[in-house]
Nanobody, 115 residues
Framework: QLQASGGGLVQAGGSLRLSCAASGLIFSSHHMGWYRQAPGKEREFVARISWTDSSTYYGDSVKGRFTISRDNAKNTVYLQMNSLKPEDTAVYYC??????????WGQGTQVTVSS
């Protein structure tokens, strides 16, 4: 199971940190990722982190602004979002990946950035 939290309303330029708590079975053996879906748009890849060496990879639209990290002791993955823009407004989902593709999804958390 995956449980995302931390969304909310923030002004442009502000920051939010999302959290995703995962069961130990999932967290210890899967790469983890964040995706987002804005109204009327397809779900978009945001970031992922390896479970082996914590290497990271980001979507072009968030590079340099967002940081994904994981706390293995807490079975939790984070998404630190800085310099937020109105176009970052979306429902954000965490996922456990298999072969770099999402297999297990969390329930989503709403992020709204006002201009």
């Amino acid at each position: 199971q995956l449980q995302a939290s931390g969304g909310g309303l923030v002004q442009a330029g502000g920051s939010l940190r999302l959290s995703c708590a995962a069961s130990g079975l999932i967290f210890s053996s899967h790469h983890m990722g964040w995706y987002r879906q804005a109204p009327g748009k397809e779900r978009e890849f945001v970031a992922r982190i390896s479970w082996t060496d914590s290497s990271t990879y980001y979507g072009d639209s968030v590079k340099g602004r967002f940081t994904i990290s994981r706390d293995n002791a807490k079975n939790t993955v984070y998404l630190q979002m800085n310099s937020l823009k109105p176009e970052d407004t979306a429902v954000y989902y965490c996922a456990a990946l298999v072969n770099s593709a999402p297999k297990y999804w969390g329930q989503g958390t709403q992020v709204t950035v006002s201009s």
